[in-house]
Protein backbone atom coordinates (compact mmCIF):
# COMPACT_ATOMS: atom_id res chain seq x y z
CA UNK A 1 0.00 0.00 0.00
CA UNK A 2 2.53 2.76 1.16
CA UNK A 3 4.61 1.77 -2.22
CA UNK A 4 1.74 2.52 -4.36
CA UNK A 5 1.08 5.89 -2.89
CA UNK A 6 4.55 6.69 -3.46
CA UNK A 7 3.63 6.12 -6.96
CA UNK A 8 0.81 8.03 -7.30
CA UNK A 9 2.73 11.03 -5.80
CA UNK A 10 5.55 10.44 -7.86
CA UNK A 11 3.46 10.08 -11.24
CA UNK A 12 1.24 13.29 -9.81
CA UNK A 13 4.78 15.25 -9.44
CA UNK A 14 6.12 14.23 -12.33
CA UNK A 15 2.99 15.67 -14.25
CA UNK A 16 2.90 18.95 -12.94
CA UNK A 17 3.98 21.54 -15.68
CA UNK A 18 7.58 22.81 -15.59
CA UNK A 19 7.32 26.71 -16.33
CA UNK A 20 10.97 28.45 -17.83
CA UNK A 21 10.69 32.46 -17.15
CA UNK A 22 10.46 32.53 -20.86
CA UNK A 23 7.11 30.46 -20.53
CA UNK A 24 5.98 32.77 -17.53
CA UNK A 25 7.21 36.23 -19.59
CA UNK A 26 4.62 34.90 -22.80
CA UNK A 27 1.94 34.01 -20.29
CA UNK A 28 2.08 37.44 -18.61
CA UNK A 29 2.05 39.53 -21.74
CA UNK A 30 -1.11 37.63 -22.84
CA UNK A 31 -3.45 37.17 -19.99
CA UNK A 32 -2.11 40.05 -17.22
CA UNK A 33 -4.45 42.71 -16.97
CA UNK A 34 -2.51 45.98 -16.48
CA UNK A 35 -0.91 44.71 -19.98
CA UNK A 36 -4.37 44.48 -21.47
CA UNK A 37 -5.78 48.00 -20.43
CA UNK A 38 -2.30 49.33 -21.56
CA UNK A 39 -2.93 47.92 -24.86
CA UNK A 40 -6.84 49.26 -24.79
CA UNK A 41 -5.37 52.90 -24.14
CA UNK A 42 -3.14 52.51 -26.53
CA UNK A 43 -5.35 51.76 -29.15
CA UNK A 44 -7.53 54.88 -28.33
CA UNK A 45 -4.81 57.01 -28.69
CA UNK A 46 -4.09 55.14 -32.25
CA UNK A 47 -7.34 55.51 -32.93
CA UNK A 48 -7.78 59.15 -32.40
CA UNK A 49 -4.65 60.14 -34.70
CA UNK A 50 -6.51 61.06 -37.37
CA UNK A 51 -6.75 63.91 -39.76
CA UNK A 52 -10.29 64.10 -39.55
CA UNK A 53 -10.42 64.53 -35.31
CA UNK A 54 -7.64 67.00 -36.13
CA UNK A 55 -10.39 69.29 -37.86
CA UNK A 56 -8.74 68.89 -41.52
CA UNK A 57 -11.83 67.17 -43.72
CA UNK A 58 -14.68 68.69 -44.11
CA UNK A 59 -17.97 68.31 -42.58
CA UNK A 60 -21.12 67.19 -44.83
CA UNK A 61 -24.37 67.36 -43.08
CA UNK A 62 -27.87 66.40 -44.70
CA UNK A 63 -31.32 66.99 -43.28
CA UNK A 64 -35.06 66.59 -44.19
CA UNK A 65 -38.18 68.51 -42.58
CA UNK A 66 -41.64 67.64 -44.06
CA UNK A 67 -44.10 69.96 -41.90
CA UNK A 68 -47.82 69.61 -41.92
CA UNK A 69 -50.80 72.56 -40.76
CA UNK A 70 -53.68 73.08 -40.17
CA UNK A 71 -54.79 76.65 -40.25
CA UNK A 72 -57.82 78.99 -40.16
CA UNK A 73 -56.94 81.84 -42.99
CA UNK A 74 -58.05 85.72 -42.56
CA UNK A 75 -55.88 87.68 -44.68
CA UNK A 76 -56.81 91.52 -46.10
CA UNK A 77 -54.54 92.93 -49.14
CA UNK A 78 -54.14 96.23 -50.21
CA UNK A 79 -55.77 95.59 -53.39
CA UNK A 80 -59.29 95.02 -51.58
CA UNK A 81 -59.09 91.07 -51.81
CA UNK A 82 -59.58 89.45 -48.89
CA UNK A 83 -59.24 85.90 -47.95
CA UNK A 84 -61.13 84.03 -44.96
CA UNK A 85 -61.28 80.15 -44.61
CA UNK A 86 -61.30 77.91 -42.19
CA UNK A 87 -59.47 74.41 -42.29
CA UNK A 88 -56.79 75.21 -44.44
CA UNK A 89 -54.29 72.09 -44.98
CA UNK A 90 -50.69 73.10 -45.76
CA UNK A 91 -47.25 70.89 -46.37
CA UNK A 92 -43.82 72.35 -46.38
CA UNK A 93 -40.86 69.99 -47.08
CA UNK A 94 -37.47 71.17 -47.00
CA UNK A 95 -34.36 69.40 -47.46
CA UNK A 96 -30.66 70.54 -47.75
CA UNK A 97 -27.03 68.81 -48.29
CA UNK A 98 -24.28 71.07 -46.84
CA UNK A 99 -20.47 70.69 -46.99
CA UNK A 100 -18.65 73.00 -44.29
CA UNK A 101 -14.61 72.61 -44.58
CA UNK A 102 -12.14 75.32 -42.33
CA UNK A 103 -9.57 75.86 -45.21
CA UNK A 104 -7.73 77.83 -42.55
CA UNK A 105 -7.58 78.08 -39.00
CA UNK A 106 -4.12 79.23 -38.04
CA UNK A 107 -2.98 76.49 -38.93
CA UNK A 108 -4.02 75.21 -35.41
CA UNK A 109 -5.29 71.71 -37.47
CA UNK A 110 -1.94 70.99 -38.13
CA UNK A 111 -0.35 71.76 -34.56
CA UNK A 112 -3.54 69.22 -33.14
CA UNK A 113 -2.57 66.39 -36.04
CA UNK A 114 1.22 66.90 -34.47
CA UNK A 115 -0.25 66.59 -30.57
CA UNK A 116 -2.56 63.46 -31.88
CA UNK A 117 0.70 61.89 -32.68
CA UNK A 118 2.70 62.01 -30.30
CA UNK A 119 -0.20 61.25 -27.80
CA UNK A 120 -0.05 58.17 -30.02
CA UNK A 121 3.10 57.68 -29.64
CA UNK A 122 3.15 57.95 -25.83
CA UNK A 123 0.25 55.51 -25.68
CA UNK A 124 2.75 52.95 -27.52
CA UNK A 125 5.46 53.44 -24.97
CA UNK A 126 3.19 53.63 -21.83
CA UNK A 127 2.26 50.05 -23.41
CA UNK A 128 5.94 48.79 -23.51
CA UNK A 129 6.38 50.51 -19.95
CA UNK A 130 3.94 48.82 -18.82
CA UNK A 131 4.82 45.57 -20.39
CA UNK A 132 8.78 45.58 -18.90
CA UNK A 133 7.49 46.26 -15.68
CA UNK A 134 5.25 43.56 -15.70
CA UNK A 135 8.07 41.30 -17.03
CA UNK A 136 10.44 42.64 -14.77
CA UNK A 137 7.69 41.64 -11.63
CA UNK A 138 7.38 38.30 -13.15
CA UNK A 139 10.99 37.22 -13.48
CA UNK A 140 12.38 38.17 -9.95
CA UNK A 141 8.70 36.58 -9.02
CA UNK A 142 9.20 33.24 -10.73
CA UNK A 143 13.53 33.36 -9.55
CA UNK A 144 11.52 34.28 -5.85
CA UNK A 145 10.67 30.83 -5.96
CA UNK A 146 13.08 29.43 -7.51
CA UNK A 147 15.48 30.76 -4.61
CA UNK A 148 12.62 29.54 -2.03
CA UNK A 149 13.29 25.61 -3.13
CA UNK A 150 16.95 26.06 -3.24
CA UNK A 151 16.74 27.14 0.29
CA UNK A 152 14.54 24.24 1.11
CA UNK A 153 16.87 21.72 -0.42
CA UNK A 154 19.59 22.98 1.84
CA UNK A 155 17.35 22.69 4.54
CA UNK A 156 16.76 19.30 3.87
CA UNK A 157 20.37 18.87 3.72
CA UNK A 158 20.55 20.10 6.66
CA UNK A 159 17.82 17.42 8.08
CA UNK A 160 19.75 14.49 6.32
CA UNK A 161 23.01 15.77 8.47
CA UNK A 162 20.90 16.17 11.54
CA UNK A 163 19.66 12.63 11.04
CA UNK A 164 22.97 11.41 10.98
CA UNK A 165 24.07 13.14 14.16
CA UNK A 166 21.27 11.67 15.73
CA UNK A 167 22.09 8.04 15.02
CA UNK A 168 25.71 8.67 16.03
CA UNK A 169 24.54 10.46 19.12
CA UNK A 170 22.24 7.48 19.97
CA UNK A 171 24.83 4.69 19.62
CA UNK A 172 27.33 6.77 21.54
CA UNK A 173 24.69 6.88 24.40
CA UNK A 174 23.90 3.02 24.08
CA UNK A 175 27.65 2.24 24.61
CA UNK A 176 28.08 4.92 27.12
CA UNK A 177 30.61 7.10 25.72
CA UNK A 178 28.43 10.32 25.49
CA UNK A 179 25.47 11.36 27.35
CA UNK A 180 21.63 11.48 26.85
CA UNK A 181 22.27 15.43 26.43
CA UNK A 182 23.77 14.82 23.19
CA UNK A 183 20.70 12.54 21.84
CA UNK A 184 18.57 15.08 23.08
CA UNK A 185 20.21 18.38 21.42
CA UNK A 186 20.22 16.48 18.51
CA UNK A 187 16.83 15.46 18.58
CA UNK A 188 16.02 18.65 19.00
CA UNK A 189 17.72 20.48 16.33
CA UNK A 190 16.23 17.79 13.65
CA UNK A 191 12.81 19.03 14.47
CA UNK A 192 13.56 22.31 14.42
CA UNK A 193 15.30 21.82 10.71
CA UNK A 194 11.95 19.59 10.05
CA UNK A 195 9.77 22.69 11.59
CA UNK A 196 12.11 25.27 9.16
CA UNK A 197 11.55 22.75 6.07
CA UNK A 198 7.25 23.10 6.75
CA UNK A 199 7.56 26.79 7.22
CA UNK A 200 10.29 27.14 3.74
CA UNK A 201 7.76 24.69 2.02
CA UNK A 202 4.81 27.42 3.19
CA UNK A 203 7.29 30.33 1.31
CA UNK A 204 7.22 28.33 -1.33
CA UNK A 205 3.44 27.80 -2.18
CA UNK A 206 3.08 31.52 -1.24
CA UNK A 207 5.13 32.88 -4.01
CA UNK A 208 3.99 30.42 -6.23
CA UNK A 209 0.27 31.78 -5.51
CA UNK A 210 1.95 35.32 -6.15
CA UNK A 211 3.41 33.74 -9.49
CA UNK A 212 0.63 32.82 -10.31
CA UNK A 213 -1.69 35.90 -9.58
CA UNK A 214 0.89 37.76 -11.81
CA UNK A 215 -0.02 35.55 -14.78
CA UNK A 216 -3.72 35.88 -14.12
CA UNK A 217 -4.66 32.54 -12.94
CA UNK A 218 -5.77 30.31 -10.54
CA UNK A 219 -3.40 30.76 -7.06
CA UNK A 220 -3.28 27.18 -7.00
CA UNK A 221 -2.37 26.26 -10.40
CA UNK A 222 0.57 23.21 -9.53
CA UNK A 223 3.79 23.94 -11.70
CA UNK A 224 7.47 23.76 -11.13
CA UNK A 225 10.58 25.79 -11.81
CA UNK A 226 14.21 25.30 -12.67
CA UNK A 227 16.92 24.17 -10.37
CA UNK A 228 19.07 27.28 -11.16
CA UNK A 229 19.31 31.07 -11.31
CA UNK A 230 21.48 32.52 -14.17
CA UNK A 231 22.87 35.97 -14.78
CA UNK A 232 25.35 37.88 -17.16
CA UNK A 233 28.73 37.81 -15.61
CA UNK A 234 28.89 41.57 -16.82
CA UNK A 235 26.66 44.37 -15.64
CA UNK A 236 24.25 45.37 -18.75
CA UNK A 237 25.68 49.02 -20.36
CA UNK A 238 23.66 51.76 -20.73
CA UNK A 239 24.04 52.76 -24.15
CA UNK A 240 21.78 55.49 -24.46
CA UNK A 241 18.95 55.88 -21.62
CA UNK A 242 17.35 59.32 -23.52
CA UNK A 243 16.83 56.73 -26.91
CA UNK A 244 16.14 53.18 -24.38
CA UNK A 245 14.46 54.37 -21.35
CA UNK A 246 10.72 54.63 -21.91
CA UNK A 247 9.95 56.74 -19.09
CA UNK A 248 12.41 59.30 -21.13
CA UNK A 249 11.57 59.13 -24.34
CA UNK A 250 7.66 59.65 -22.95
CA UNK A 251 8.66 62.44 -20.88
CA UNK A 252 10.41 63.74 -24.20
CA UNK A 253 7.29 63.60 -26.01
CA UNK A 254 5.29 65.50 -23.55
CA UNK A 255 7.83 68.37 -24.30
CA UNK A 256 7.04 67.82 -28.41
CA UNK A 257 2.84 68.24 -27.06
CA UNK A 258 3.33 71.44 -24.83
CA UNK A 259 4.94 73.30 -28.19
CA UNK A 260 2.25 72.08 -30.16
CA UNK A 261 -0.51 72.81 -27.86
CA UNK A 262 1.30 77.01 -27.89
CA UNK A 263 0.58 76.78 -31.45
CA UNK A 264 -2.92 75.70 -30.80
CA UNK A 265 -3.23 79.16 -28.70
CA UNK A 266 -1.39 80.92 -30.99
CA UNK A 267 -4.00 80.50 -33.99
CA UNK A 268 -6.02 82.06 -32.34
CA UNK A 269 -4.29 85.34 -32.98
CA UNK A 270 -5.02 84.68 -37.00
CA UNK A 271 -8.46 84.82 -38.84
CA UNK A 272 -10.08 81.49 -39.65
CA UNK A 273 -11.61 81.12 -43.46
CA UNK A 274 -14.37 78.42 -43.52
CA UNK A 275 -15.54 77.41 -47.51
CA UNK A 276 -19.23 76.35 -47.60
CA UNK A 277 -20.66 74.44 -50.40
CA UNK A 278 -24.78 72.99 -50.70
CA UNK A 279 -27.57 71.64 -52.16
CA UNK A 280 -31.32 72.71 -51.05
CA UNK A 281 -34.80 71.94 -52.06
CA UNK A 282 -37.92 73.63 -51.03
CA UNK A 283 -41.41 73.00 -51.54
CA UNK A 284 -44.68 74.68 -49.69
CA UNK A 285 -48.57 74.21 -50.75
CA UNK A 286 -51.90 75.08 -48.90
CA UNK A 287 -55.36 74.97 -50.33
CA UNK A 288 -56.06 78.73 -49.34
CA UNK A 289 -54.48 81.77 -49.26
CA UNK A 290 -52.13 84.32 -50.97
CA UNK A 291 -49.22 81.57 -52.23
CA UNK A 292 -50.74 77.94 -52.94
CA UNK A 293 -47.53 76.54 -54.05
CA UNK A 294 -43.94 77.61 -54.09
CA UNK A 295 -41.28 75.49 -54.91
CA UNK A 296 -37.35 76.03 -55.00
CA UNK A 297 -34.29 74.59 -55.51
CA UNK A 298 -30.90 74.70 -55.99
CA UNK A 299 -27.24 75.25 -55.05
CA UNK A 300 -25.62 77.81 -53.23
CA UNK A 301 -21.30 78.09 -52.32
CA UNK A 302 -19.51 80.97 -50.02
CA UNK A 303 -17.16 81.09 -47.72
CA UNK A 304 -16.94 82.91 -44.14
CA UNK A 305 -14.13 84.81 -42.80
CA UNK A 306 -13.75 84.86 -38.85
CA UNK A 307 -11.31 87.65 -37.92
CA UNK A 308 -9.92 87.50 -34.37
CA UNK A 309 -10.33 91.51 -33.17
CA UNK A 310 -10.49 91.59 -29.15
CA UNK A 311 -11.93 88.71 -26.75
CA UNK A 312 -11.06 90.24 -23.20
CA UNK A 313 -7.79 89.24 -23.19
CA UNK A 314 -7.97 85.56 -23.29
CA UNK A 315 -5.88 84.38 -26.26
CA UNK A 316 -2.87 86.32 -24.63
CA UNK A 317 -3.75 84.61 -21.51
CA UNK A 318 -3.95 81.27 -22.89
CA UNK A 319 -0.62 81.61 -24.89
CA UNK A 320 1.56 82.77 -21.68
CA UNK A 321 -0.08 79.50 -19.81
CA UNK A 322 1.21 77.68 -22.98
CA UNK A 323 4.50 78.84 -22.81
CA UNK A 324 4.49 77.93 -18.79
CA UNK A 325 3.36 74.83 -19.68
CA UNK A 326 6.51 74.29 -21.87
CA UNK A 327 8.92 75.10 -19.00
CA UNK A 328 7.09 72.81 -17.21
CA UNK A 329 7.16 69.84 -19.48
CA UNK A 330 10.88 70.19 -19.97
CA UNK A 331 11.52 70.54 -16.17
CA UNK A 332 10.02 67.26 -15.73
CA UNK A 333 12.22 65.77 -18.70
CA UNK A 334 15.18 66.62 -16.82
CA UNK A 335 13.81 65.48 -13.25
CA UNK A 336 12.88 62.48 -15.03
CA UNK A 337 16.06 61.97 -16.66
CA UNK A 338 18.04 62.55 -13.21
CA UNK A 339 16.06 60.11 -11.09
CA UNK A 340 16.57 57.44 -14.47
CA UNK A 341 20.08 57.94 -13.84
CA UNK A 342 20.21 57.86 -9.92
CA UNK A 343 17.73 54.26 -10.71
CA UNK A 344 20.57 53.35 -12.79
CA UNK A 345 23.51 54.26 -11.05
CA UNK A 346 22.01 52.57 -7.57
CA UNK A 347 21.00 49.01 -9.37
CA UNK A 348 24.37 49.03 -11.06
CA UNK A 349 26.25 49.15 -7.56
CA UNK A 350 23.19 46.76 -6.04
CA UNK A 351 24.27 43.96 -9.04
CA UNK A 352 28.14 44.84 -8.80
CA UNK A 353 27.53 44.42 -4.85
CA UNK A 354 25.83 41.36 -5.41
CA UNK A 355 28.24 39.94 -7.65
CA UNK A 356 31.01 39.63 -5.14
CA UNK A 357 28.77 38.92 -2.58
CA UNK A 358 28.12 36.02 -4.38
CA UNK A 359 31.68 35.04 -5.56
CA UNK A 360 32.30 35.57 -1.64
CA UNK A 361 29.28 32.81 -0.84
CA UNK A 362 30.13 30.73 -3.49
CA UNK A 363 33.86 29.90 -1.27
CA UNK A 364 32.35 30.51 1.94
CA UNK A 365 29.54 27.36 0.90
CA UNK A 366 32.82 25.29 -0.41
CA UNK A 367 34.41 25.89 3.07
CA UNK A 368 31.36 25.24 5.10
CA UNK A 369 30.56 22.07 3.30
CA UNK A 370 34.08 20.67 3.47
CA UNK A 371 33.69 21.72 7.55
CA UNK A 372 30.72 20.35 8.23
CA UNK A 373 31.40 16.92 6.63
CA UNK A 374 35.37 16.86 8.85
CA UNK A 375 32.85 17.61 11.89
CA UNK A 376 30.49 15.33 11.31
CA UNK A 377 33.44 12.47 10.60
CA UNK A 378 35.40 13.52 13.96
CA UNK A 379 31.79 13.20 15.85
CA UNK A 380 31.86 9.88 14.19
CA UNK A 381 35.24 8.90 15.30
CA UNK A 382 34.58 11.03 19.05
CA UNK A 383 37.41 13.31 18.67
CA UNK A 384 34.99 16.18 18.58
CA UNK A 385 31.95 17.20 20.86
CA UNK A 386 28.42 17.89 19.67
CA UNK A 387 28.78 21.35 20.15
CA UNK A 388 31.01 21.51 17.40
CA UNK A 389 29.70 19.42 14.79
CA UNK A 390 25.99 21.71 15.68
CA UNK A 391 28.21 24.63 14.93
CA UNK A 392 29.53 23.57 11.69
CA UNK A 393 26.09 22.66 11.02
CA UNK A 394 24.90 25.98 11.51
CA UNK A 395 27.63 27.75 9.85
CA UNK A 396 27.03 25.70 6.46
CA UNK A 397 23.39 26.71 6.87
CA UNK A 398 23.67 29.94 6.98
CA UNK A 399 26.09 29.94 4.43
CA UNK A 400 23.70 28.56 2.12
CA UNK A 401 21.05 31.17 3.00
CA UNK A 402 23.29 34.20 2.24
CA UNK A 403 24.26 32.52 -1.27
CA UNK A 404 21.20 32.25 -2.18
CA UNK A 405 20.49 35.31 -1.16
CA UNK A 406 23.03 36.91 -3.01
CA UNK A 407 21.67 34.82 -6.20
CA UNK A 408 18.22 36.29 -5.90
CA UNK A 409 19.93 39.84 -5.52
CA UNK A 410 22.00 39.69 -8.45
CA UNK A 411 19.03 38.49 -10.66
CA UNK A 412 16.78 41.13 -9.10
CA UNK A 413 19.51 43.94 -9.99
CA UNK A 414 20.49 43.12 -13.15
CA UNK A 415 16.30 43.03 -14.04
CA UNK A 416 16.29 46.30 -12.43
CA UNK A 417 19.17 47.46 -14.90
CA UNK A 418 17.50 45.70 -17.86
CA UNK A 419 14.50 47.60 -17.28
CA UNK A 420 15.51 50.87 -17.54
CA UNK A 421 17.35 50.23 -20.00
CA UNK A 422 14.94 49.09 -22.32
CA UNK A 423 15.68 45.52 -22.49
CA UNK A 424 12.98 43.46 -21.54
CA UNK A 425 11.22 43.49 -24.15
CA UNK A 426 11.33 43.92 -28.22
Same mark, same amino acid.
Given at each position: ????I??V?????????????????E????????VQ??????????????V?????????????????T????N?????????K?????GN???????????????????????K????????E????????????????A???V????Q =? $?K?I????? *?????? !?? @???? &??V??????????????L???K????N????????K?E?????AR????????????????????A???????? =? $??M?????? *???F?? !?? @???? &???????????G?????S???????N???????G??????????????R?NK??????????????????????????????????????????????????????????F????????????A?????????R?????I???????????L?GE???
Amino acid at each position: MLLFIGVVLSVQLFAQETMTVDQAIETVLKNNYDVQIAKNVAEIAHRNNTVGNAGMLPKVNATVADNFTLNNINQKYTNGTEIKNNNVNGNAINAAAALNWTLFDGLKMFATKGKLKRLDQIGELQLKDEMQQVVANVIVAYYNVVAAKQ =Q $LKAINDAIA *ISEERV !KL @ADTK &FQVGSSSKVDLLQAKVDLNEQKSNALNQQKAIDQRKAELNNLLARNVDTEFEVSDSIPFSKEAPVANDLDTKNF =Q $LQMAAKNVE *IAKFEK !KE @AFSQ &FLPALVGNLGYGYSRSQSTAGFSLYNQSYGFNAGFSLNIPLFNGLNTIRQNKIASIQILNSQFTLEKTRFQTKLNYYKALKDFESAKEMLTLENENITLADENQKIALERFRLAESTAIELREAQNSYSDALIRLVAARIATKTAETELMRLNGELIK
